[in-house]
Each structure stands twice: as C-alpha cells, then as structure tokens.
C-alpha cells in the first residue's frame, strides 16, 4: 500500500532534537543516583511550575560514565564524545510566574571521569562552568527584573492584568554547540527576552580541552595575526558589497581602498573580537550589529580559513 | 544492584530513543511536550522495571507505558480533538487499486486516536497485531477491526478531498 508508505516517510521524517540523546542519558543517570539515596518518586510537577530538584541537578554534574554497563557503551560509541570532555546540558528550569516565563537550558562542560586529564585542567575546566553559571543566574535575573518593572509599569498606566497576560512576555536562555572534537569545545551561549531585543546576550566560549584555557585568536593564529586578518576581512567586505548592492560595510581601516564611510567602522580585529569555531573547525568572526555595518547587515559573521 | 531486568530496559530506551520521540511526536506535535513525555516514560519505566514480566515483551512494555503517558496528557490538557465516531465521514465502497497522492499523514492524525494508534504501531513501528493488543490492552478481534475501519476511513477521507 503506497499511500501507508508515504505516511511512514512523513512519519519518519520528524527532526530528532539534538537534546534527545543527552536527556536519556541524564534521565538514567539521575534514576541511578537518585535511587542510590532515597526511594521518592524522581519527578514532582505541580501544575506549570516545573524545576529538576536541586539534588538532581547535583546529580546531573556529576555524571559518572562507567556506572551502568549499558550507558558506558553507548558514551563509547557516541561520535561527539571527546576522550577528555564534553559539553552537555548541566541545569533546565521553567518556570511561569505573573505571567512571566522562562525557560533555561544552561551548558557546562562535564569531564569525562576516564580521562587523564590533570587535576589542574580539570579544574580550570569546572571553572567555565562556574562563570557560565554566574553569566545566566546573572542574565535571568536581570531580564525578570526589568520584565517586573516593565509590568508595573503597565499595570500603572491603565493595563489590566488580562492585557499583560497577553503579552506572554518570555525570557529564554538556551545554548548550541558550534564544534567540538576530542580537544576542542565551542559552544554559544544565548539568553534573550521577547520583549526587548537590545538586552539580547550571546557569547562565545571556545576552549581548549587539554590544557582548559580559552582559545584566543592569538593562540590560534601566532602573534601579529592582526593585519592579515584585517585584509582578509576587508577583501570579504568588498567582495559582499559588489556583489549585492545592498550590502554596506562601514570601514575605518587607514588600509581601505574602497568609499570612506560616514560613520565609525571596522578598524581592527583584537583579541576582544568574538569568534567561534565552525562546522569545519575554522574561526568565524562575529561583529555586533551596528560595529561595522548598518543594522540591516545584521550581526556580520566572517570565516577566517587558515593560509597553508 | 543492576538487575537483567534493569539492563534490558535502560539499553533498550537508549537504542530506541528516536523510535519513542516519534511516536510521543506523532501525538504531540510538539518538541518540548514530546521530550517531557520521553522523559516521563524512562523514569516510570525505570521505577517500574521490576514488574517487567520477561525481557523479551520490553518493547511492548515500554510503548503501552509511552503511549498511557501521551493519552494523559492529551486528556489532562483537553487538546484531544473530540472525533465521534459520527463525525467522521461515512465508509463508502472504494474501488481497489487507486492510487493518491493527497497527505495520507494528515488524514491520519484526523482519525480517533485508538485507530491512529493501531495503524502507526502497525505500519511505522512495526510491531504484530498481537504485540498492539497487548500494547493497547484491547483483544486481538478489536485490534483488528480498527485497522481495517481506520484503513477505509483513509481512503474514505482522500476520496472525499479529491472531488471537492
């Protein structure tokens, strides 16, 4: 029966979340350590106020690999498993409050407990998780903060609680993993409110796994990375703009052959520029919106692709 | 203490962790229900491991345990699309041998959920008519007698787009 085959194809067709395979795992794992200290039922869910206890969010750091035969496999035969860590969900939380939501899924690197790092790398690499931690307890609470206040606000000048409602104002704070092999790590770490887009976060960690630092472009490149970079971000510009004539890069390199802009521009890359690593493994540069172009131009991304 | 029983199941969640988003998807239609539901299932069926009766029934045991959550929660939330059986359009004789292209999924979803339920056990998780009643906790002759009437009422529900 074709048509029944066409159905299953459609069936079939639906996009695994990325997500699925980490939250089975700590699923497990969380029963595991959870029964090793008390009989109680894992899961409490009181109406839409939803947060993994504290005890098993404990649970979820630290998550031992060789404990269950079964789960020790499966990390073994898992493309993205590096032999020394990897990077995986560490916390969620929901919750919704006065009409407030949110929603967090925050990272954290977690090492693996067979791997032979030493202790100093291993704690470096703790303490990213730390800063992460304080980055989004900071992030959310400033977002609830100013949504509160944007309430009040409301409430005060003449809105009803039904309107706010309508609102469905919304802070999220989520992440994606850019690259990652056996000793490097990049992930992008985004917390945004649907309500204000200017207060938007998105930040980059690209670390190095075997000695835990962070990846800087000078670490990447060698010192004096500098001026051919910047070529090669400009020759990028100039070729973006005589391809598409709506595209406009603002330049204030001395270098710059091309139209002197109105306004302030790109001058220079440093080691404060944001960058992660691609699919390939390459250094993507990213510029905020307004750095180096109008705001149609976005948050202008360039790939950097190592000279041989 | 790792018993066989709690073996099988964790292995078995962890092998077939697509299969069960996706039917959990079928229902929900909907990424983060669905992982809730998964979530759900692999810690009752964790909790419960001990009532598994023999380790060859662990994939009909941890489906009846999926599909039990999914129809919960639709009844809990009250998205359940009420689908009387006289709702539905009526079985008219169709000629055999005809062939659509219309969204056979879509009229799928249409259809009452025990149907819905056979025919996605059946055709896309492959399981045996025996294997969903036990699934379902239905006798075999019900079982059957979904299939077939959800069967005409896709070809019935086709039919009935084409000429419009």
């Known amino acids: ?308 | 203490m790792k018993t066989e029983k709690y073996e099988v199941v964790t292995r078995y969640v962890i092998d077939n962790q697509n299969k069960l988003y996706r039917i959990a998807y079928h229902y929900m239609q909907d990424k983060d229900t669905t992982l809730d539901m998964v979530q759900n299932t692999i810690c009752k069926v964790l909790e419960k491991h001990e009532t598994l009766r023999s380790t060859e029934a662990v994939a009909v045991w941890v489906h009846r345990i999926l599909i039990n959550e999914c129809m919960t929660y639709l009844k809990k939330s009250k998205r359940e699309i009420s689908m009387e059986e006289d709702d539905l359009p009526p079985i008219v004789y169709v000629e055999k041998g005809y062939e659509a292209t219309e969204d056979v999924y879509q009229q799928l979803k249409m259809l009452p959920e025990a149907m819905q339920t056979v025919v996605v056990l059946y055709y896309f998780q492959e399981f045996s008519l025996s294997e969903i009643a036990e699934i379902t906790k239905t006798p075999l002759s019900t079982v059957k007698t979904r299939l077939y009437s959800a069967l005409k009422k896709l070809k019935v529900a086709i039919e009935k787009e084409k000429m419009v």
């Open chain 1, 1 to 308: 029966m074709k048509k029944i085959e066409q159905a299953k194809k459609q069936y079939n067709e639906v996009v695994i979340p990325k997500e699925l395979n980490n939250l089975v795992l700590s699923t497990i794992k969380k029963y595991e350590k959870e029964k090793s200290k008390t009989s109680l039922s894992i899961y409490k869910k009181t109406g839409k106020y939803f947060l993994i206890t504290a005890a098993s969010v404990v649970a979820c750091f630290t998550l031992l690999l060789n404990t269950s035969e079964a789960f020790a496999k499966e990390m073994e035969g898992l493309p993205i498993i590096g032999n020394i860590a990897k990077i995986l969900t560490v916390r969620t939380y929901k919750e919704e409050k006065e009409g407030i939501k949110i929603e967090a899924t925050i990272p954290g690197i977690e090492v693996a407990s067979d791997s032979v790092v030493e202790e100093k790398v291993e704690e470096k690499l703790l303490d990213v998780n730390q800063v992460i931690q304080e980055v989004s307890d900071r992030y959310m609470n400033e977002a609830k903060q100013r949504a509160e206040e944007y309430k009040k606000a409301f409430l005060e000048t003449g809105g009803t609680e039904e309107e706010w409602k309508e609102h469905e104002i919304e802070i999220k704070v989520d992440y994606e993993i850019m690259y990652q092999d056996e000793t490097t790590v990049s992930f992008l770490f985004m917390g945004s409110e649907n309500w204000a887009s200017a207060y938007a976060v998105r930040e980059y960690y690209n670390i190095d796994l075997k000695t835990g630092e962070t990846i800087t472009l000078s670490s990447r490149f060698g010192d004096g990375y500098e001026e051919w970079i910047n070529e090669e971000i400009m020759s990028q510009m100039e070729a973006q703009m005589k391809q598409d004539s709506s595209a406009t890069y603002w330049v204030s390199n001395p270098s710059w052959k091309g139209e002197k802009s109105e306004f302030d521009g790109f001058v220079s890359v440093t080691d404060q520029t944001k960058f992660y690593l691609n699919q390939s493994g390459n250094v993507v540069l990213v510029f905020e919106k307004y750095e180096v172009g109008p705001g149609s131009m976005g948050s202008p991304e360039f790939e950097i692709v190592p000279k041989s």
